[in-house]
């Protein structure tokens, strides 16, 4: 019947709702239906639905036995197992054998005509549908969240549940239990059997002894493998011979591109699993987000999964994946998958990629709108807050869909297209908002800052009209109008100023004193001269534009108007366009003609009381028109009733009627390009497309409502004068009344499916129909219900105040009576009258006879009687009336009874043995005594704790006085807060219960993360100290520095100090300056930290920009700018001005000095990064400059030397060189001031000060060889290390450099012998732990021959043991003799300088003889113990280069 339809969503947390066959067809359960479409590698198409369930489907399967395709399963919380045939539509056969909900269902792969289901209490039914027959197993008394049927083994199932546990089940055999496989520790939400039996397959992968898989080589044949996911985050591979787990899968953690990761998503993670048939080493399962994740079992290493849609953006499922099936179609293999993202992906398996998405809808379907500017643009409003802009005319996707949710949060009850700029899409929502979506762009929606109170209805552009505020005027004005019965003009331009309420404009224009009527809706003219606006009461006004004056009143409605529309303008027909159609709740829709007043307007306005065309047939209420855009005078209607009508409006005459719904239908469009095509959307959660010329019916279905509504309105003359109806009274009762073609309600007697959110409404005109209330509109619309994620109560329409106010009087009479207190007495004054009049004899001589009656009033026989005896005999009946209460649970009767007869005390104790205690009875309680009423008040508590009900049942406790018991009962329960108070309000403020629920409520959020709370509570209880390191846990710059100001306040001075610092340094790795210098002035004790911190910002900005130092971004202090004078003259003069450090306070700083000695400046590793380098070079500086403040200049020579020597020790040559430049800008000539003012006998400090020396000559050396061979700096590592390892030379430059009599400082035989015996010891000891590792291995490779092949061979070493320790031992003694300062103040590589030096003098002819000799006599002496390869080529070049040259000075 249809062209194309969006479905509705598939059901959420259902472990097996979709499936697919053979053929290609997918069958998915949506609300109480079943979806059927077909499926191609390029394509799907909607082919049918099932209906028949009366609430949500559960589950849904295919038979995949060759030959029955068509036959499939569904299971419904309506407690039945349905067999359908697809082809004809039809329900074959059923059962209600469940008692609980079915939760899983499977159609056995290997018994063709077995269908097994599980519910809630763990009932598995069996059902053989072929011979009717049902069998059922109760193995386990768990929750069942999901099941499968072996395909290897017709008799074993296994089946999931709630709390992890699986278990496999032979059903041949009653309740056996063959495996329990225990792994999971949350639910289980899906099972999946490897396609190939036997368990040899994966044997290699999982790692398993010959002798393991001998012992299970008899199971192998019959075990096969399973798969299960599980809320726990895993994936598990389960061996069926063995019963245990061989393989767990850890879900990735993913992150997609440009997305924050939401804590919560792992609490709703739902992790199916499913094992495509042909892939017997890949299972797919779903992950946190949507993704869909390929597992390969076979695959060794840490990643064994990939993702299907990695490829490409926008592929994955957006939200959690609930089902999955895979069939294989010609050569593709394509898996199916649903999700809460309400789309339905087919994927290819083989590329991985996505083929096509079928979107699908989670709510009813209020809104359709075509765009006027983008042809064949659709816009659908839904009520899963969403808004869907479909391209209907697209080519290679025939559901090209793009949703829109941001801004919307509520449902969308109103769409409607700028009428000339492209992608302006206006939307309104049930909550009173409006809004103006661009669809073209990823921008939030702009929002109207004035928002309705109630339900938005309609939305529509049209001209402004004058009082609209401001100078500048868009072309058109954003008009809407909501339940509450208002319509506001919006600026389009400034949603953000108020918007316009247009019944001013009206009252003053019209000269109106009274009330309006509230409005329901609006419609311009298309021209944008006329207004016309709908009424509750059912009068419709037309307005002329733009000071709205009011033309006529059609008053020919009774009832609220639903929809307004006017006939387009190209119009073939004169007098056309003037057509106005209006629907309302009275099933009639009536067209009016008004072009009379709209091109000659009356000077009064007119009233109209007769219709031009009147179009009967609809049976209940109209929600929506829409006028053929191809046509004249073609309209189409749709109603409650179900169906869609097409008119012909100048005939009056019915055209086609669409019957394709399954529900109520809410709205309309007719396609802007092809005259034949209506598009309709529903209750039903679908909108369908649909062809006027194939429809066979003409006319709606006449139910047995329409023709009793037809001859009530045959029979009933017309009166002149009707008594006119409050507004609220009559659409209420219709919409109760109505329902589609004589038969039950769909919306209102079957549950809808799930979907997102639980929303539960009654819409009138969300439906387009209204219930008015009094004070203004009701929100008009349809019930509906979406509870995806859960299973709510059944539908059922709920009943206002104002209806309950409508009851007639005999439908109040007809109310059941209530029970009576005194059933058996009442029961005996029903007996035949000659027994009733015996009673009367026998009261009679009771009463009044001398002679003693052997009757009992009140008991036995005659307990009626005990009424109209005396007080002891009432008592009687009251004593046996109560046990029969008792006997049949009636306790609240049998405790009414004893009150009645005054016995306060037994009533009391019989409610507290029966757990029925009430507020009631607990007030009545002190009657009896203080005893009895403190027992009672106890007895309640305990009852109410039962209850869960603990702060009522510790304000009980409170009453007699039980103050520690009632917060005991409180923290025993987790409210701490509560507990609090009640102990802060009744106990003294030094009692130790109060430290104690402090202290144990914050260790509670400690562990939960809710530090601040904690913090609060560890204050409240006199424990600072532990407030400030527990908010300072979180670890972030906020909280420490704010962990470091509590501890300062409270006094923990060292607490205060060691946050203060961390947050510091966490700031300065941030390069935030200005921050950590702040957080360091907060504590007085951090001054020393404060003179580093403002070095290193120094050092950093005049490094800024040289080598592997990028300029900073960050703001820096304005001291920090650099100078014209040296650096470290900089340094004590910031220091001074900035933190008042000068030379006068000496004890300030040695204090200072003391404190910064304390820190650790270790030897630095190569891979430190260049942060942490330039922090230690800092530290370093500050030493020296805090050292030469007090006086100590040879202590400041040590900390600049190690400062240069720092930089060279991790290779940084360009960082050494810059730092040398800063601290020496003169060179050797300022290490000469420095050792000018060290005291003549410190011959430390001159060993220092030659060091210095030294390391600045070997910068001036590389600085002359990177100037004479035309080398740049960046590439100067490299040369030298080519020329060590014995690479080709390198051409020499033209120029010559500078003499090179500095060198001689670096050509230091005593540093020269200290660096070989250090570089010998060290390949001694190399050699020993190599000769220690192979003696090791020997031993280890004694049990296994073949273990001597696996890695390398170690080390052969041709010396012994004894002689390599006798070596280490020599040159041991050789380090001892010589002087400390050579082994403790840093000195360059002596050998490096000598192989530059001979290099130099090989290719650049410009070294001394004098050096030269110097340097071959030390590369000969210590080279080959240094560097052996890099000196032995040095010194053949150099001999090669000499007889060359003695040649040629001889020819």
């Not at 990735?252 to 709703?268: C, T």
């Not at 000071?547 to 303008?569: D, F, G, M, T, Y």
């Not at 904690?1014 to 300072?1032: G, H, M, R, S, T």
Request: charged share 20%.
């Amino acid at each position: 019947m249809h062209e194309r339809l969006l479905p509705a969503s598939p059901n959420w947390y259902c472990s097996r709702s979709s499936d697919i066959n053979s053929k290609g067809v997918f069958g998915f359960a949506a609300k109480n239906t079943i979806y059927l479409i077909s499926v191609t590698e390029s394509s799907t198409a909607v082919v049918g639905e099932l209906a028949g369930h009366r609430e949500r489907v559960s589950g849904f399967t295919f038979c995949h036995h060759p030959g029955q395709e068509n036959v499939c399963a569904s299971a419904s919380d309506d407690g039945t197992v349905k067999i359908w045939d697809i082809e004809q539509k039809v329900s074959l056969k059923d059962h209600k054998a469940h008692q609980s909900t079915i939760t899983a269902l499977h159609w056995s792969p290997v018994q063709k005509d077995l269908v097994v289901s599980g519910d809630e209490k763990g009932i598995i039914i069996c059902y053989w549908h072929n011979r009717n027959e049902t069998l059922s197993f109760f193995p386990e008394p768990r929750n069942i969240f999901c099941l499968s049927c072996s395909p290897h083994n017709e008799n074993h199932i296994a089946v999931g549940y709630k709390d992890g546990m699986i278990i496999v089940m032979d059903i041949s055999r009653k309740n056996e239990v063959v495996h329990r496989l225990r792994g999971h520790d949350d639910e289980v939400h899906g099972l999946s059997w490897s396609p190939q039996p036997g368990e040899e397959l994966l044997y290699s992968r999982l790692g398993e002894s010959p002798e393991a898989s001998s012992e299970v080589s008899t199971g192998v044949e019959t075990g096969c493998y399973l798969a299960s996911g599980s809320k726990d985050q895993t994936v598990r591979i389960w061996s069926t011979a063995r019963g245990k787990g061989v393989m767990t899968l850890k879900l990735p953690s993913l992150k997609r591109r440009g997305v924050g990761v939401d804590p919560g998503v792992k609490e709703r993670l739902w992790l199916t699993v499913h094992w495509p048939k042909g892939r017997p080493t890949h299972v797919v399962s779903s992950c946190f987000g949507g993704e869909l994740v390929i597992w390969d079992l076979a695959k060794s290493g840490k990643q064994k999964w990939s993702l299907l849609g990695a490829a490409a953006d926008n592929q994955a499922h957006s939200r959690i994946v609930f089902n999955m099936s895979s069939v294989c179609l010609g050569e593709h293999r394509l898996l199916l998958s649903t999700s809460m993202d309400r789309e339905i992906k087919c994927w290819d398996l083989e590329t991985m990629e996505c083929c096509w998405t079928l979107p699908t809808l989670g709510g009813f379907v209020y809104t359709l709108t075509f765009s006027p500017v983008g042809t064949g643009c659709l816009a659908m409003g839904v009520g899963d807050s969403m808004i869907r802009v479909w391209n209907t005319l697209s080519v290679t996707n025939k559901y090209d869909t793009k949703t829109f949710w941001q801004g919307v949060k509520s449902k969308v009850t109103a769409l409607s297209w700028h009428p000339a700029k492209e992608g302006s899409l206006a939307f309104g929502t049930d909550d009173g908002k409006v809004g103006i979506y661009d669809v073209f762009s990823n921008k939030p929606p702009q929002i109207s800052s004035t928002y309705h109170r109630k339900t938005v209805y309609t939305l529509a552009w049209g001209p402004p009209v004058p009082l609209l505020p401001g100078p500048d005027e868009p072309p058109f004005s954003l008009y809407s109008c909501a339940g509450e019965g208002i319509i506001f003009q919006h600026n389009p331009w400034r949603l953000a100023d108020e918007a316009v309420d247009i019944d001013g404009i009206i009252r003053r224009t019209n000269n109106i004193k009274h009330k309006l009527s509230p409005h329901t809706d609006l419609s311009w003219k298309p021209d944008g001269k006329v207004l016309a606006i709908g009424n509750e009461d059912g009068s419709v006004d037309v307005y002329q534009a733009p000071a709205l004056r009011l033309l006529c009143s059609v008053q020919q409605h009774h009832k609220i108007i639903n929809v307004l529309r006017w006939h387009h303008e190209h119009a073939g027909q004169p007098g056309v366009g003037h057509l106005l159609a209006s629907g309302s709740s009275n099933a009639v829709v009536y067209v009016h003609d008004l072009q009379a007043v709209v091109e000659s307007p009356p000077e009064s306005p007119v009233l109209i009381t007769e219709a031009f065309r009147s179009l009967t047939g609809h049976t209940a209420k109209i929600t929506g028109l829409a006028w053929s855009p191809h046509h004249s005078g073609r309209l189409v209607t749709v109603c409650y009733d179900g169906t869609a009508q097409v008119w012909d409006v100048l005939g009056e005459e019915p055209v086609r009627n669409y019957r394709g719904h399954h529900g109520r239908l809410l709205c309309v469009q007719w396609s802007p390009v092809d005259p034949d095509v209506v598009w309709t959307g529903g209750d039903d959660f679908t909108v369908q497309e649909w062809a006027v010329s194939k429809q066979e019916h003409t006319r709606p279905p006449r139910g047995k409502k329409g023709m009793e509504l037809e001859k009530k309105r045959a029979l009933q003359p017309k009166s002149k004068t009707k008594k006119k109806k409050p507004a609220d009274k009559g659409p209420a009762r219709t919409e109760e009344a109505e329902t589609p073609n004589g038969q039950e309600e769909r919306a209102g007697g079957e549950r809808p499916s799930d979907n997102d959110e639980a929303e539960c409404e009654a819409v009138d005109k969300l439906a387009l129909s209204a219930v008015k209330e009094p004070n203004g509109l009701a929100d008009r619309g349809v019930p509906e219900k979406l509870q995806n994620g859960g299973k709510p109560p059944p539908f059922a329409k709920k009943e206002s105040r104002d209806d309950k106010r409508r009851e007639r009087p005999e439908t109040l009479l007809k109310k059941r009576k209530g029970r009576s207190i005194l059933p058996l007495s009442t029961s005996m004054d029903h007996r035949p009258k000659e027994e009733l009049q015996e009673d009367c004899l026998t009261l009679a001589a009771v009463r009044h006879s001398e002679v003693p009656s052997q009757c009992l009033p009140g008991s036995g026989e005659h307990l009626h009687l005990g009424l109209f005896a005396d007080r002891q005999a009432l008592y009687r009946m009251f004593q046996e009336e109560g046990q029969s209460h008792v006997e049949g649970g009636h306790y609240d009767s049998a405790i009414y009874l004893l009150l009645w007869k005054g016995d306060i005390t037994g009533a009391l104790q019989l409610a507290t043995d029966r757990g029925e205690l009430t507020d009631h009875l607990v007030s009545m309680a002190p009657i009896a005594g203080y005893q009895v009423w403190s027992r009672t008040v106890e007895a309640f508590a305990k009852q109410l704790s039962f209850q869960e009900q603990f702060v009522k049942a510790a304000s009980y406790l409170l009453s007699i006085n039980r103050v520690y018991e009632a917060i005991n009962l409180l923290k025993s329960h987790s409210l701490y807060r509560e507990a609090i108070a009640l102990a802060k309000a009744r106990l003294q403020p030094d009692d130790h219960v109060l430290k104690d629920l402090y202290t144990t409520w914050a260790a509670v959020l400690e562990k939960d993360g809710h530090y601040s709370t904690a913090a609060k509570c560890y204050l409240a209880a006199d424990c600072p100290f532990e407030a400030a390191k527990v908010i300072a846990k979180k670890g972030d710059i906020a909280s420490m520095k704010t962990a470091a100001e509590l501890a300062r306040i409270v006094g923990e001075k060292e607490l205060a100090h060691s946050l203060a610092l961390r947050c510091a340094k966490e700031l300065l790795a941030a390069q935030d300056w200005l921050g950590a210098q702040e957080v360091l002035r907060s504590q007085d004790s951090l001054l020393g930290h404060q003179l580093l911190f403002c070095t290193n910002e120094l050092l950093l900005v005049r490094l800024a920009g040289t080598n592997g130092i990028g300029p900073s971004s960050s703001p820096t202090h304005s001291w920090s700018v650099p100078h014209a004078q040296s650096f470290l003259e900089n340094v004590k003069d910031v220091w001074e001005q900035e933190f008042g450090v000068s030379p006068d306070e000496m004890e300030k700083m040695r204090a200072v000095h003391s404190q910064l000695k304390a820190l650790e400046n270790p030897s630095v590793a190569s891979s430190v990064t260049m942060k942490q380098l330039l922090f230690h070079v800092s530290l370093d500086m500050t030493h020296c400059v805090l050292s030469w403040l007090l006086g100590d200049w040879g202590a400041g020579l040590e900390e600049l030397l190690g400062a240069v020597a720092r930089s060279g020790d991790v290779g940084s040559f360009c960082l050494m060189s810059d730092v040398c430049r800063l601290l020496f800008p003169q060179g050797i000539e300022s290490i000469s001031q420095y050792k000018a003012k060290l005291d003549p006998s410190d011959e430390q400090g001159a060993a220092v000060a030659r060091g210095l020396e030294a390391f600045l000559s070997y910068v001036q050396l590389y600085a002359v060889w990177w100037a004479s061979s035309g080398t740049t700096e960046t590439s100067a590592g490299s040369l030298l290390e080519n020329r060590l390892e014995g690479g080709p030379d390198v051409e020499s430059g033209s120029e010559v450099g500078p003499g090179l009599d500095f060198c001689q400082t670096l050509l230091s035989e005593p540093h020269a012998s200290f660096q070989a015996t250090q570089r010998a010891i060290a390949e001694v000891q190399r050699r020993l732990s190599s000769m220690v590792q192979q003696h090791t291995q020997t031993q280890k490779s004694q049990a296994t021959a073949g273990d001597s092949e696996c890695g390398e061979a170690p080390e052969q070493s041709s010396e012994s043991l004894p002689a390599l320790i006798a070596r280490v031992s020599e040159h041991r003694k050789e380090l001892a003799a010589l002087p400390d300062h050579l082994k403790n103040i840093p000195f360059p590589e002596v050998v490096e300088c000598c192989l530059v030096l001979l290099y130099m003098a090989r290719t650049l002819h410009t070294v001394p003889p004098q050096l030269t000799d110097q340097a071959l006599q030390l590369l000969r002496k210590h080279g080959p113990a240094v560097y052996p390869k890099a000196s032995q080529n040095a010194l053949a070049d150099y001999q090669q280069c000499s007889a060359l040259m003695t040649q040629t000075n001889n020819v």
